[in-house]
């Protein structure tokens, strides 16, 4: 199978096949090792992106194929990084979304203490307004 890449190179599905055979399940493991433990099992969508960018890239690819570890954890690298950019996006639009809906909907807690302190200010004013009207000093 040989397409046309953006460059007008051919590629080598051969060379692809191989190099994903021998290091795939080694790629993820480097990949999981740089992921923090709770985003490790995401190390398969990311090797999947690693692949993807290297079948673009496999004509610049110039190591022999037992050499090739080390271009495949630099795209790695890269494909973790991007990873974590959109997830710090996905959590904060998700932050957001959960602060704005508790901007619009004060807990009841919250409702008791605005209450407390409206009632409070109302007893300071009527207050105020009494001594007013007594003649007291203000």
Not at 102 to 124: F, G, H, T, Y
Request: glycine share 6%; proline share 1%; charged share 30%.
């Amino acid at each position: 199978m040989s397409n046309g890449t953006e460059q007008g190179q051919s590629f080598d599905s051969d060379r692809f096949v191989l190099l994903h055979t021998i290091y795939n399940a080694r790629l993820v493991r480097y990949l999981r090792a740089r992921m923090s433990t709770g985003e490790w099992m995401h190390a398969e969508e990311v090797a999947h992106t690693v692949w993807a960018t290297a079948a673009a890239r496999l004509h610049t690819l110039r190591e022999s194929d037992d050499k090739a570890f080390g271009w495949l954890c630099e795209i790695g690298r890269h494909a973790v990084a991007a990873y974590y950019l959109r997830e710090r996006g996905r959590r904060k639009a998700a932050l957001d979304a959960r602060l704005a809906g508790l901007d619009r909907a004060p807990s009841k807690l919250d409702e008791r203490r605005i209450r407390r302190a409206r009632n409070k200010v109302l007893i300071e004013r009527a207050a105020l307004a009494n001594r007013a009207t007594s003649g007291e000093a203000a």
